[in-house]
């Protein structure tokens, strides 16, 4: 079984500071971690991804992620906001060791940007 | 050149009709899925396809049922239409034997039954 949590509905930030979105995930092998983020009115975008090696992976827009499996979390990082950067962000967990193909999203986190 | 893309973007339609939505993808992918965004934004799969099997979230009622002609189509057909089926329905692709398989989305289409 695969499962995936976002504990915060929503993340305020001020533009230029750091901003952090968490995500815990759950799985019985080895994760297959992403992050998405949807823009209004539009489609999800894959922004990263882990899938082994470095715990760190670095994104589109300047995003990162750090895999963390002791704590089981991927949580989702920008050292410098941007207002653009306001949006929907999904993470997503799949279990490939568990066979599956679809990955399982979590509720998501609205960023919001503040100038 | 559109990835995945989805027809049409709006319907609004009548409780009881009978509605389609169509998606194409020009990814060469060979896996289709349908998911389900509904007002909370939360994102619930309904199907996925390839050319081997067809999985079925077993929450998703048989009104609805996906229909694929090719490997690049994968349509989504939706009988007797609820007030409970008004929500954002986003298609995407994948290909299963790469690594990572990170899916490409469609722009959605946001179904309104009144």
């Known amino acids: 079984a695969q499962s995936v949590a976002q504990p915060e509905d929503q993340v305020n930030v001020a533009e230029g500071n750091p901003l952090t979105v968490k995500c815990t995930y759950s799985?019985?092998?080895?994760?297959?971690l992403f992050w998405y983020v949807q823009y209004p009115n539009r489609g999800l975008q894959f922004l990263l991804k882990?899938?082994?090696?470095?715990?760190l992976v670095k994104g589109s827009y300047g995003f990162e992620a750090e895999f963390n499996k002791s704590q089981t979390s991927f949580h989702l990082k920008k050292p410098s906001a941007l207002v653009s950067d306001s949006a929907l962000y999904f993470c997503?967990?799949?279990?490939?060791?568990?066979?599956?193909?679809?990955?399982?999203f979590g509720r998501g986190t609205s960023l919001i940007v503040h100038p | 050149d559109t990835a995945v893309s989805q027809t049409p973007k709006y319907l609004v339609t009548q409780m009881g009709n009978d509605k389609s939505i169509k998606c194409e993808q020009n990814l060469g992918h060979d896996t289709m899925y349908w998911y389900k965004q509904d007002s909370k934004k939360f994102l619930k799969i309904m199907f996925s396809?390839?050319?081997?099997?067809?999985?079925i979230n077993e929450t998703v009622p048989n009104r609805f049922s996906p229909k694929s002609p090719d490997k690049a189509h994968l349509n989504l057909h939706i009988n007797s239409l609820e007030l409970g089926d008004s929500a954002v329905y986003f298609c995407?692709?994948?290909?299963?034997?790469?690594?990572?398989?990170?899916?490409?989305f469609g722009e959605g289409s946001r179904l309104t039954v009144l």
């Open positions: 882990y899938i082994t090696g470095d715990n």
């Open positions: 995407a692709s994948s290909q299963v034997g790469v690594i990572g398989r990170e899916l490409f």
């Open positions: 997503a967990v799949l279990d490939v060791s568990g066979g599956s193909y679809i990955p399982t």
């Open positions: 799985v019985s092998g080895n994760p297959y």
């Open positions: 396809y390839n050319n081997k099997e067809l999985i």
